[in-house]
């Protein structure tokens, strides 16, 4: 079963615009990662937040955890063509000898 | 190439037959997985590896699928009596055993059975 559920489904903006995705789950977690899937490829490692940490960045992207509310956003700034994709969430659970669960994604697409 | 890689990229196959697939993790790696997606989905748990014992299956996995990985290093995913309802994107992550266990997928395999 999956259990993130990222918001919103899909998502369309003009180049330059932030885009905010963001992400729900339901048990306790070690970590949360998000990746980047262009269609029909494979899975890219963009960003892991822990548990104990609120915020984290890198390059354009921002990333938020809370984990009272069981909830992280994805913050893509000055978006580009090229960012384009689905962004997944990935939660680690507490006791880290489980797989990653993944959400359904958000499609997102960035319009020249 | 130091990353995750996977063979074949596609697979045609007529239902009923086998197929297998080969994933080569990242050589430092000693947990490698392999996750199943379908459109619109994304990826579930199929089962994974650390070094070379399986250590965890899903319920996905059927008993028509076997996984290997004989000496800790590539795996290999085997589905018999293929069926449509396994058409989809297998794919093969690998990561440390410690730490974080940021995992790192390969392209993956595209399975589509007719």
């Known amino acids: 079963s999956q259990q993130g559920e990222e918001d919103p489904q899909a998502l369309s903006i003009q180049e330059g615009e932030n885009a905010t995705m963001n992400c729900s789950y339901k048990?306790?977690?070690?970590?949360l990662q998000w990746y980047r899937q262009n269609s029909g490829r494979g899975l890219v490692h963009l960003i892991l937040?822990?548990?104990?940490?609120r915020e984290k960045h890198s390059g354009r992207l921002r990333v938020t955890l809370d984990t009272s509310k069981k909830s992280s956003s994805l913050l893509i700034t000055a978006s580009r063509a090229a960012d384009t994709a689905s962004y997944f969430c990935?939660?680690?659970?507490?006791?880290?000898?489980?797989?990653?669960?993944f959400g359904k994604g958000t499609r997102l697409s960035v319009i020249a | 190439d130091t990353g995750v890689s996977q063979n074949p990229r596609h697979k045609i196959t007529k239902r009923g037959q086998n197929v297998t697939f080969r994933c080569d993790p990242i050589?430092?790696?000693?947990?490698l997985y392999w996750y199943r997606q379908t459109l619109g989905q994304g990826p579930e748990f199929l089962t994974y590896?650390?070094?070379?014992?399986?250590?965890?299956k899903s319920r996905l996995l059927s008993d028509r699928f076997s996984a290997e990985r004989p000496k800790g290093s590539f795996s290999t995913l085997e589905i018999q009596r293929t069926e449509q309802g396994d058409s989809a994107m297998y794919l093969c992550?690998?990561?440390?055993?410690?730490?974080?266990?940021?995992?790192?997928f390969g392209p993956g395999t595209r399975l589509t059975v007719t």
């Open positions: 990935a939660t680690d659970a507490v006791s880290g000898n489980t797989p990653l669960v």
């Open positions: 048990t306790s977690i070690n970590n």
């Open positions: 992550a690998s990561s440390l055993e410690f730490g974080d266990h940021e995992q790192y």
């Open positions: 590896f650390q070094n070379e014992a399986q250590l965890e």
């Open positions: 050589s430092e790696h000693n947990r």
């Open positions: 937040i822990r548990s104990n940490e």
